[in-house]
């Protein structure tokens, strides 16, 4: 059984220490405390160098630097404190770095309110749980063999056909009857090849419908969408080694994660308001008369400071770009502002959470709206943002990659 | 007989100080016990459920971590039933510990904010100053039940008339 050492200011206390366990238990691992002398905090603390107040902040660092010291045993970390404490984010950050900077031990981190749920927290045990038990798996930087992708969002199906390091095929089709859906996007990645699904190695698979995709294809590979769409994210742009964050602003829920050498270790995800996702952008490229294609380039002629647009929410942040058009605003600043309000909320309501590392990579259909990337970037103030080729494939890119090796199909 | 707060909130030797004294210490490990001897709930390792936090909404807003909310509803309830304190300041883990800085001065402040007969004391550092403690706090025990009968305000563990009595005392004497 993986073990996933608790690392913590006191789960116990806002009623989340069994969801935290149950967490784990679904996906083959226990929760382990690190057990450690009371004398060793203080030796912990001072060797670490933060000046913790809460005494339970202080026993998170020694728990930490037992681990990195070797004086308790943990196949992966979950590091969490209280939602909106700030000196709990402080240490969290330093003590998550501080592992990933002394051990290969994979490292999630989360900040939890009293609602926070087991199936909150299944994809990062997943994730955790994947880390230790598929480590070679995801070690992959190559692609070798015929695989194939499948990325079954909520919104859309992706596949992927890849061959010897490269992408020779994509399908994308909108999700109405899962299995139906996927069958369409396979027949479009193998439309200029001369394969048929029975000549691939393996198949991958991943989204919402992936368990049951994956077992009606017999799938390789079924894997949550945390690692695959980091794993894809990094091998598309080129950055496998080192940190990077990957932005995924979807039609439903956008993502935020960041990744160690192509690892994921942390990641958000937001989903509540739709006026922060891509159904936004869709609505108004809608209002303003133009395909999806050409927002993003009408939104890079406008000015956002130009278009009222004072409301997050999605039908009166509409209501707003209406009232901007009717007064005789352009359609470069409505989309323009449009985006950058994206952005902003992305920003306000995940990229604040979470610890960013650049470069980001921008993945995702929306990554192709290119007034959206540079509000991200502005927002950011000019970081650097990559967009790879086939980002809007990414999860069927990154199951493509990782299946590579496991499926022997052709063998058999 | 009165009933006392003492913080840290889990200190053994402040609740064995109190018991000694024929007082009751408001300790939380009472409070606890109540909590995992409940067999309807099953949320080890202290049966705090989600509840709990938002019972703490009590006496910390919602913008206040949830684990700050947490310890404040087993706390919170202490404070309100204390007729006295005793708050021990810049003590080590193992003289009682509940973790969090921000509920430890939350805690504190609703203590003195209660006015109530509240001793005050610094963790010593050496073998004087611990016998120096342990008299304060016994002579603080030993005038309790007059303290509290009394129906003053209260500062420093005195009723706040005699502690103005004193200024005026101390006032005069250095002008002299």
Same mark, same amino acid.
């Given at each position: 059984m993986v073990k996933i050492a608790l690392v913590s200011c006191g789960t116990e206390y806002s009623g989340v220490q069994k969801e935290i366990e149950k967490a784990a238990l679904t996906f083959g691992a226990e929760i382990i405390l690190p057990e450690i002398d009371l004398d060793y905090i203080e030796e912990a603390c001072t060797k670490f160098g933060f000046s913790a107040q809460s005494s339970s902040l202080k026993l998170m660092i020694a728990r930490a630097m037992s681990i990195v010291e070797g004086k308790s045993k943990a196949d992966a970390v979950f590091i969490a404190t209280c939602f909106r404490c700030a000196e709990g984010a402080l240490v969290r950050n330093a003590v998550r770095k501080f592992i990933q900077d002394n051990t290969r031990i994979p490292v999630v981190t989360y900040s939890f309110t009293e609602r926070t749920k087991a199936d909150e927290l299944f994809i990062r045990m997943e994730a955790l749980a994947t880390t230790v038990t598929r480590r070679s798996i995801l070690a992959r930087e190559k692609q070798e063999g015929l695989t194939l992708g499948i990325d079954s969002g909520s919104t859309t199906t992706k596949v992927v056909a890849m061959e010897n390091n490269k992408v020779i095929g994509t399908g994308w089709t909108e999700t109405k009857d899962i299995m139906e859906s996927v069958f369409i996007g396979v027949d479009e990645a193998f439309a #200029? !090849?001369? %394969? !048929? *699904?029975? #000549?691939?190695d393996g198949i991958g698979t991943t989204g919402y419908g992936r368990i049951n995709i994956g077992k009606q294809l017999n799938a390789e590979l079924i894997q949550e969408e945390l690692s695959v769409n980091a794993k894809g994210a990094v091998y598309l742009a080129g950055h496998q080694k080192g940190e990077a964050t990957v932005l995924d602003i979807g039609g439903m829920d956008n993502k935020v994660i960041t990744v160690n050498d192509g690892i994921p270790d942390n990641f958000t995800m937001g989903g509540i308001c739709a006026g922060a996702s891509g159904r936004f952008l869709d609505m108004t490229s809608r209002r303003l008369d133009v395909t999806i294609d050409q927002l993003g380039p009408l939104a890079l002629q406008g000015? %956002?400071?130009n278009a009222l647009l004072n409301s997050y929410c999605i039908v009166f942040g509409i209501q707003d770009l209406v009232t901007t058009l009717a007064a005789g605003g352009s359609k470069a600043d409505a989309a323009a502002a449009a985006c950058h309000s994206v952005a902003e909320q992305v920003y306000e309501q +995940?990229? +604040?959470?979470i610890d960013l590392r650049e470069p980001l990579i921008q993945v995702g259909?929306?990554? *192709?709206i290119s007034g959206l990337v540079e509000a991200v970037s502005e927002m950011l103030g000019g970081i650097n943002v990559i967009v790879p080729e086939y980002s809007q494939h990414i999860g069927a890119v990154g199951a493509a990659l990782l299946v590579s090796g496991m499926g022997h199909r052709q063998d058999k | 007989m009165v009933e006392i707060a003492i913080y &840290? &909130?889990?200190s053994l030797i402040l609740a064995d100080l109190i018991e000694r004294k024929g007082h009751t210490p408001l300790a939380l490990q009472k409070q606890i016990r109540q909590k995992i001897k409940d067999p309807e709930i099953d949320s080890p390792p202290m049966n705090i459920t989600e509840d709990d936090p938002i019972k703490g909404l009590k006496y910390a807003a919602?913008?206040?971590p949830s684990g700050v909310r947490g310890r404040m509803s087993i706390i919170g309830p202490l404070i309100d039933a204390a007729e006295a304190a005793i708050i021990v300041d810049g003590a080590p883990f193992g003289f009682g510990c509940i973790g969090c800085a921000r509920t430890n001065e939350l805690s504190t402040f609703l203590l003195r904010d209660k006015n109530i007969p509240t001793l005050e004391v610094t963790y010593p550092t050496n073998r004087d100053e611990t016998f120096e403690m342990v008299n304060q706090i016994n002579d603080f025990l030993d005038s309790l039940d007059e303290l509290v009968k009394s129906d003053g305000d209260f500062k420093d563990g005195v009723p706040e008339e005699e502690k103005e009595n004193l200024e005026v005392v101390e006032k005069e004497l250095k002008e002299d």
């Open positions: #200029d !090849t001369e %394969y !048929t *699904l029975d #000549d691939v000015n %956002y400071r +995940q990229l +604040q959470e259909g929306t990554s *192709l | &840290p &909130p889990n919602i913008e206040v």
